[in-house]
């Protein structure tokens, strides 16, 4: 058979993708397992004859295999559709829980879903303090505990950075927090399924996921909420999710994150291992050959799949135009904000110049990356960075 639209798909097999922090190539297994939920097994999980129940148990299942991976207990579990819907829904729980604490404090490097949610309140009236980072990436504990006031409802920073895979010390954020009896959240959707997270030993109330960021497919996250934190419902309705998200849960897709979260379980050790000799063979490869090339953020506290690189004297977009020309997909800052001509703000957060954070890529790895696609881009980035020189040179 024969799809005329086929013909302009790119053919996979010659892509090389170095974009896994945008979003990530579904393992088969996890297609696999969540097949039977797309035709034969389609009853409701709330019915009560055993057709439901069925579904029902494969719920239960995934939600077992998600508390595994962050070390939490199933009925902390919330299925939402997205990471950006967990983090909304944490952000929006805590400024209903006491009319009196409407004080967010929040970094300057989050993704989207928590700055625009926070710029937004802002301009509803919320106070907003916004932490700044250094040079690194990293921002300062005691300046932190300094923002929180007695009127805090919550602090939200991110585990992980999307950009530069910067992370931050989550447990100890979530003790200084604890200590001032203000909730906390943390989204954790770059983390979840590259380091060990275990969320029993720490002082952390609320924690965002999002599954098409491992190998999972897209329109499914995860929101976790501490059993002995109050839950204020965002979608109000059935009775689903022990009342805490209402509407017929996504089951496919909720089955499939279970078994995506028990592979990446499986090979959190492979992520320390080979995805990080990936990740370094190309940075090194890359720093070694191409003059004028500098990594941004923190090497020491870093995912071990990602590495943010700037080059003296290029412009990403044109950069990001000739390497989709030979088959290399990676990004400019966030693929959210991809095709703005704005610098990254996580990058400009850092102090970076507007010249240096627009000379900035984002290469990120998966396991389902090769070491001969290492080899073949590192043959290519030279190419393209000395044409892109030239070209600027010449203008
Ligand atoms: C991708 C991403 C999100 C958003 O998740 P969606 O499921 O796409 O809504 C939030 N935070 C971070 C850090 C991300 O990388």
Redesign the pocket.
């Known amino acids: 058979m024969v799809c005329a639209l086929c013909q302009n798909h790119m053919k996979t097999s010659e892509l090389i993708y170095l974009d896994n ?3 990530t190539r579904v393992d088969p297994a996890v297609v696999d397992e969540m097949l039977p939920y797309l035709t034969e097994l389609y009853g409701n999980p709330s019915s009560g004859y055993r057709f439901g129940q069925q579904v029902g148990k494969a719920l239960d299942k995934a939600r077992e295999r998600v508390a595994h991976l962050i070390g939490c207990e199933p009925g902390e579990v919330i299925f939402t ?7 909304n829904a944490a952000i929006n729980s805590a400024l209903l829980m006491d009319r009196d604490r409407q004080h967010i404090v929040t970094t300057r490097v ?5 700055l625009k949610h926070c710029e937004t309140l802002a301009k509803q009236g919320h106070e907003v303090t916004w932490l700044g980072v250094d040079e690194k990436g990293q921002i300062d504990l005691h300046e932190l505990e300094k923002a929180i006031r007695p009127d805090t409802a919550i602090v939200t920073v ?5 950009e530069t895979g910067v992370l931050f010390p989550i447990h100890e954020i979530a003790e200084i927090v604890r200590k001032k009896h203000v909730l906390f959240h943390t ?4 983390a979840v399924g590259k380091i060990p997270l275990n969320l029993a030993e720490s002082k952390i109330n609320f924690l ?1 996921l ?4 491992l190998h999972c497919p ?4 995860v929101l976790y909420v501490n059993k002995r934190t109050k839950f204020a419902p965002y979608l109000i309705g059935g009775g689903q999710e022990n009342g805490k998200r209402a509407g017929t849960q996504n089951v496919p897709s909720i089955v499939a994150l279970g078994k995506a979260c028990e592979v990446a379980g499986h090979n959190l050790h492979h992520e320390k291992t080979v995805v990080r000799k990936l990740r370094d063979e190309f940075e090194k490869g890359v720093l070694t050959q191409i003059e004028g090339a500098h990594v941004n953020g923190d090497t020491e506290h870093r995912l071990p799949n990602t590495s943010n690189l700037a080059f003296e004297g290029i412009d990403s977009e044109g950069a990001l135009m000739l390497l989709d020309q030979n088959h290399i997909c990676c990004s400019s800052g ?3 904000t991809t095709g703005s001509v704005h610098a990254s703000h996580v990058l400009k957060a850092m102090g970076l110049s507007d010249e240096r954070a627009r000379a900035s890529l984002r290469f990120s790895f998966s396991r389902f990356n090769t070491h001969a696609e290492v080899e073949k881009a590192l043959e290519i980035m030279p190419k393209v960075i000395g044409k892109l020189r030239r070209i600027a040179m010449a203008a």
Request: charge should be negative; charged fraction near 15%; proline fraction near 0%.
């Open positions: 922090n945008a979003t559709s997205c990471g950006t819907e967990s983090t989050e993704h989207s879903a928590t991110m585990w992980a950075n999307n989204d954790a959707v770059q965002s999002s599954g098409h960021k897209k329109g499914v996250g966030s693929a959210c």
